[in-house]
C-alpha cells in the first residue's frame, strides 16, 4: 500500500506524444501526473481531480490557449505555467500577465523545468492548507494532521519515508506539540495498519506494575496477579507498541526492553515461555533524552536502539504560520460536535492568537477553540471573548522589568485621569459615567475605591497623599 501522503499533483496538457513521454521520465517520481493532450480532455480532469499545478502547452488544436488559462482559472486554483514553443513565445508571456504562474520553452532545458516546477508546488504548499488525510481510518482514528510550515511539512515527509519500513522511531518535542498523532500517522500510513496499534503512557503506570503491563504476567505470578494477563508487546503483535513519554522509565524497564527490541521474544512474568513479537516500536518524550543519557538516567544502549529514526515536533511558536489552519480545523471540529455554525475569528483575534506564545502548544490551542466555539454567541469570534492570557500577553517572559513597571505605572495613571475625566463630564453622576465607559457600575465603584477618586476639591488632597 502508498502511504497516504498526498503528492502534488501535475496535470501535463500536450498533443504530443513525446512530450507526454518527457514528463512522464522527468516528473513521475516526485509528482502524482495526469495528461491531456486537447484543452477539453485537460478541463475535465481539472475539475475532477485536486490537480496543484498544470503545464499548458500554448498550442493546442482545440483551443486557444489563452482560453484554457483562463477557465482553469476560474474552476480551480491550481498554479499554470505555460510550455511554449519559440514562436508562440509572445503569448506565453502575455499569459503570464493574465494569471500564469510563469512559462517555460519547448524543447525545454531539464533543469530550467524542474526548477520553475519546484517553485511552483512549493508556491501552492504555502497558498494551501496541506492536510494529512487518513481517510480510511476508523473514525476513533480519524483524526487528519493539519498544517503548511516547514516545520510540519518536514514532518509530513518523515511519516512517509519511515511508515513502510521496520525501525523503531523517536518522536520528540514538547508537550502538546502532536507526537501521538504523529505515532499514529507512521502507524496508520504503513503497512501495519491493519493490525493493533498500542499505546502504554509510562509515566502514568505505577512503577510495580510496568512490567506486567508491558509483558504481561501468568496467574500466581505475584499476589494480585489472579489471572492470565497479555501484555502490551503482545496485544501488538503485527502492529506497532507506542511507548509515550519513554523518559519516566526506571533503569530496570530499561534494560527489559532493550532486551526484547534485540531478540524480539518476550517472557511474561512468571512464565517460563518465550513468546515471539513481531512489533515496530515508536517512542515519545518530552524530556530532554540525550541529557538524560549523560546524567545517568536513561541508558544509552536504550536510547541508541530507540533513536534509530527521529521525528521533532515542532513547537507551535515555531510555526506560527499553523495557527490560522488548526484554528479553522478546530471550530470545524467544534462546529459538528456542538451543533454550531461558527464562521472563524475577527482579525484583531487572529492577530492574538498567532501571536501568542502557546507554551500548551496545539493542545492549548484546541482547548481555547472549544471554549470560544461553546461560548460565542456571534458567527465570528471576537477578540473580547480571548482568555485573558492571550488578550494581555505576560510581559514577564522575556520582558526587561523597568519597562514592565513602568508600564504598569504609566497603565494606572492613564486609567486613573481617563476615569477621573469621564467622571468629571458626567458631573459625577455614576451611572451615567460607567455607561460612558462601558463598565458596570460596580466596577466603576471599584475603580473610583482603588485610584481614590473624589470630586475635584477632595480630589488634590487624595492626589497629594498618594504621591
Ligand atoms: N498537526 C495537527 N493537526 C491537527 N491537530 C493536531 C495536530 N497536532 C496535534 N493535534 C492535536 O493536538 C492535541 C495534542 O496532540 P498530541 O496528544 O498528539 O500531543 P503530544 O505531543 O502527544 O502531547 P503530550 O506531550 O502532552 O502527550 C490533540 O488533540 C491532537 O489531535
Ligand atoms: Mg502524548
Known sequence: MEPEIIRPVILAVDDEPSMGESYKMLLEEKYSLFYASTGHEALEIVQKEPVNLVLLDVLLPDMDGMDILRRIKEISDADVIMVSAVKTMRTAIQAVKLGAYDYVSKPFDIDDLLATVGKAIENQNLKKEIVYLKSSLPSAQGERMVGSSEGIRRVFSLISEVCNTQSTVLITGESGTGKELIARAVHFSGYRKDKPFVAVDCATIPENLVESELFGHEKGAFTDATSQKIGKFELANGGTLFLDEIGNLHQDIQSKILRVLEVREIQRVGGT??????????????????????????????????????????????????????????????????????????????????????????????????????????????????????????????????????????????????????????NWNQTKAAQLLGIHRNALLQKINIFKLRPFIDHAKSGQSKD
Open 273 to 426: 515461555k518465550t513468546i515471539k513479537i513481531d512489533v515496530r516500536v515508536i517512542s515519545a518524550t518530552n524530556i530532554d533524552l540525550k541529557k538524560a543519557v549523560k546524567d545517568g538516567k536513561f541508558r544509552q544502549d536504550l536510547y541508541y536502539r530507540l533513536n534509530v529514526f527521529p521525528v521533532y515536533a515542532p513547537a507551535l511558536r515555531e510555526r506560527k504560520e499553523d495557527v490560522p489552519l488548526l484554528i479553522n480545523h478546530f471550530i470545524s471540529i467544534y462546529n459538528r460536535q456542538f451543533g454550531k455554525d461558527i464562521h472563524g475569528v475577527s482579525k484583531e483575534a487572529m492577530e492574538l492568537l498567532v501571536n501568542y506564545s502557546w507554551p500548551g502548544n496545539i493542545r492549548e490551542l484546541r482547548n481555547v477553540i472549544e471554549r470560544l466555539v461553546v461560548l460565542s454567541k456571534e458567527d465570528i469570534i471576537s477578540h473580547k471573548r480571548l482568555p485573558l492570557d492571550i488578550l494581555f500577553p505576560d510581559e514577564d517572559k522575556g520582558g526587561d522589568m523597568d519597562n514592565k513597571a513602568l508600564l504598569k505605572e504609566a497603565r494606572y495613571e492613564f486609567e486613573k485621569r481617563f476615569i477621573l475625566k469621564v467622571l468629571e463630564r458626567a
